[in-house]
């Protein structure tokens, strides 16, 4: 009887039987107490089968009631009541994890206004926009609700194969891995093999990072719109690893499956430098090229004068002919940086002006035709001049006295005819606007840089 209460259940009967037992012996040897040994013995057996009734309730409600009212019956609430808890926080975030839905990273509805500012990759999302800076998406942040951004699909040729998705960190999609540290992800409708689509697409980033305490990525994620691009052209991957160091372009390859990826922290760039301000835009390109000559080991330091201020050459005029495929990356960098007027047919090589001094000149040349069909686009190294400090006087268009494209009519067709044409060379136009060029750029050079309160050697990040 004394162990009675503390024994499990099966041991009831058992343990109740030699209690009774013991209480027979007992009898035959006290018989005065008769009365009052049936008394405790009866007493005793209500009592404990009362408690028997009452722990078999608790253990059959604990396995067949799944509200919550048994918990009241339960003598250790507490415990009970966090495996209680556990269970639905555990069934809420599969919930949540089934939940996650993705969409595709290219958004055909905005195929045909993707040119004018709608973008058909990550649509879903509007972007933030601080004064001067160009615009941005971040995950986590307060608009995505802490919510990482998951991307699924590794096609590198259709974009609506690929596919986003938000998750919160504590319920990720299955399977789905998570790549730590920053990720800059970057989305052009061009490529990353062209050095001026290429230049553009990095711009926003440095922007970003120069704001934010110089941060790097722990991996580049690019996508031509939606369709993921393993590799950026070898100018481009010099210039990220000028400005970055070594940081790895994401495959998405890590397992046998095609799973979801999840950052835990993300910056999306998708509009170029639309958005940033001119002063920005200036500081910019003077990081990016001060990197770029400090990667390539350019010292400016012996042609700076004893006020700081970087000489002037054009005093003694020299001229030299660079074809840029024959030069690497820092051959480019440094050719760049030593000169004063750029002269060159349109065409990507000229992303190389922003080696060059601010105040610097671009001079452009374009063959027939282009003036009349190559439309908005041609316009591209003057925005880049602009950008980057230079200037770019008129550039000479080669006339189209006689339109000779074999269906004038057909605009494309005719644009392709006079497309890759060789420019020609007016060397009266050229000898006169030289003259003119090389007077002035001495000036206009001495000017800019004294308003610019010129710092040759640090970079801002
Ligand atoms: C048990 O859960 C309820 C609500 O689920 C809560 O209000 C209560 O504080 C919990 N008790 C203990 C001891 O955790
Ligand atoms: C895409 O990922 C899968 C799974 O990791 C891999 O087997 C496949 O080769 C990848 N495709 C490309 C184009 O990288
Ligand atoms: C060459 O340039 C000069 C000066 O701009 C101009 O007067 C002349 O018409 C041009 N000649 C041709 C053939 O375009
Ligand atoms: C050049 O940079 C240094 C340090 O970054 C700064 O202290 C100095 O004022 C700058 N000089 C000019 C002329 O901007």
Not at 344 to 371: C, D, K, Y
Not at 400 to 420: G, H, M, V
Request: proline share 4%.
């Amino acid at each position: 009887m004394r162990a009675g209460p503390t024994r499990i259940p099966g041991d009831y009967n058992a343990s109740l039987s030699s209690s009774l037992k013991h209480a027979d012996r007992a009898n035959h040897e006290i018989p005065k107490s008769l009365t009052q040994q049936k008394i405790t013995k009866i007493i005793a057996f209500v009592f404990l089968s009362f408690l028997a009734i009452l722990i078999l309730y608790i253990i059959v409600s604990a396995f067949y009631s799944p509200d919550t009212s048994w918990v009241a019956f339960n003598p250790c609430r507490g415990a009970v009541n966090k495996t209680a808890n556990n269970g639905e926080t555990e069934t809420l975030i599969s919930k949540l994890r089934d939940s996650v839905t993705f969409l595709h990273l290219k958004d055909l509805k905005y195929a045909k206004t993707s040119m004018v500012g709608n973008t058909w990759f990550l649509s879903s999302f509007s972007d933030t926009y601080e004064k001067e800076e160009a615009e941005y998406l971040y995950f986590p942040s307060q608009t995505s609700k802490g919510r990482l951004l998951c991307i699924k699909g590794n096609d590198t040729r259709d974009g609506t194969e690929n596919s986003y998705a938000l998750a919160w960190l504590e319920s990720l999609p299955r399977s789905a891995i998570l790549l730590e540290g920053l990720s800059f992800i970057s989305n052009t409708h061009y490529d990353f093999e062209n050095l001026w689509h290429g230049v553009s697409s990095l711009a926003p980033f440095v922007g970003w990072s120069m704001k934010h305490g110089c941060l790097k990525p722990r991996r580049w994620v690019l996508f031509k719109n939606g369709a993921l691009q393993p590799r950026a052209g070898s100018w481009l991957q010099k210039l990220m690893l000028s400005i970055y160091g070594e940081i790895p372009i994401e495959r998405f390859q890590k397992g046998s499956d095609i799973v979801p990826y999840c950052f835990e922290k993300a910056l999306v760039m998708r509009h170029n430098v639309g958005k940033m301000g001119r002063e920005k835009k200036l500081s910019v390109y003077q990081q990016i090229r001060c990197k770029a000559r400090s990667f390539c080991g350019i010292n400016l330091g012996r042609d700076v004068n004893e006020n700081g201020a970087p000489l002037i050459r054009v005093e003694g005029c020299r001229v030299k002919v660079f074809q840029s495929e024959d030069l690497s990356f820092c051959e480019q960098v440094e050719v760049l940086t030593y000169t004063d007027i750029l002269a060159s047919p349109h065409g990507a090589q000229m992303t190389n002006m922003i080696f060059m001094e601010r105040g610097s000149v671009v001079m452009e040349f374009f063959p027939r035709g282009w003036l009349e069909y190559a439309g908005v686009g041609q316009h591209v190294f003057e925005w880049l001049a602009k950008q980057s400090g230079m200037l770019h006087p008129e550039p000479w268009w080669e006339k189209l006295d006689e339109i000779d494209c074999p269906r004038p009519q057909n605009r494309a067709e005719c644009w392709s005819f006079y497309k890759n044409g060789k420019v020609g060379l007016n060397q009266t136009f050229f000898a006169q606007w030289a003259r003119t060029q090389i007077g002035e750029v001495k000036l206009r050079k001495q000017i800019s840089l004294n308003l610019m309160a010129y710092n040759s050697s640090s970079c801002s990040c």
